[in-house]
């Protein structure tokens, strides 16, 4: 059974979440407060498949739990709660580590319809982990599609989930461009919509693997339609 924690201060809409979660056979764990969620999640020696994590809370608000959670563990998927649709709230969320975010209200269809997905996706990790034993070179990355890292130079790099898919993906098609509905297609599944979410995470990827983020050597954009890995 997959366990699910769920973090949100309003106990209407958390027993919402927790009720229907149950029903669809999820094992959840529910809190009030951005501190309970980390002691909880510290506490089950991070076992947790994933995490719903409400932005605004008093005391410590979603952000710096995804923010605490995701230093922890790179392979729980984190969605994020907002009563706010604002773009900005989106695309901090996805920058603090997050793989998702809902936006209140929502309905039962796409609640299950989320977490079902971000859950297959940590499967996946999983089962690739234990399956595959290939290494890519591309010029100072060393990928260990095995345990799922990558290297820069030798110095490993610190990849969520969602992250090390997209660079697996960009790796097994180097120097081919690569359109956007196509990455979100793959990592993301049929039933997600919005590119944006493809473009947040490419920035952040940059961040982290290359020299100068703000012209990129090895992601590079084509413009219009998507991205491509130069080696």
């Given at each position: ?40 999640f510290e506490d ?91 290494m890519i070179i ?43 509905s196509t990455i ?48």
């Amino acid at each position: 059974m997959r366990r699910i924690i769920v973090c949100e201060d309003e106990a209407s809409i958390r027993e919402f979440i927790v009720l229907n979660l149950k029903r669809s056979g999820y094992d959840v764990t529910d809190v009030s407060c951005g501190e309970d969620a980390v002691k909880a999640f510290e506490d089950g020696n991070y076992d947790f498949d994933a995490a719903l994590l409400d932005i605004m809370m008093p005391g410590m608000d979603g952000f710096e739990v995804c923010k605490r959670i995701r230093e922890k563990s790179d392979k729980i998927g984190i969605i994020m709660l907002s009563a706010k649709s604002q773009e900005i709230d989106k695309v901090s969320s996805l920058m603090m580590g997050a793989d998702d975010y809902i936006t209140k209200p929502f309905s039962v269809t796409e609640l299950v319809a989320r977490v079902d997905a971000v859950c297959r996706r940590v499967s996946m990790t999983v089962d690739k982990a234990a399956d595959s034993s290939r290494m890519i070179i591309s010029g100072p990355f060393e990928c260990d599609t095995k345990s799922r890292t990558l290297k820069k130079n030798g110095v490993p790099v610190d990849l969520t989930q969602i992250e090390y898919q997209i660079i697996e993906y960009f790796l097994k098609n180097r120097n081919t461009a690569l359109d956007r509905s196509t990455i979100l297609k793959l990592i993301w599944g049929d039933s997600y919509y919005g590119e944006k979410i493809v473009d947040v995470n490419i920035r952040r990827i940059r961040m982290k693997i290359e020299d100068e983020p703000s012209n990129p050597k090895y992601i590079t954009t084509i413009w219009g339609y998507g991205y491509k890995w130069c080696d």
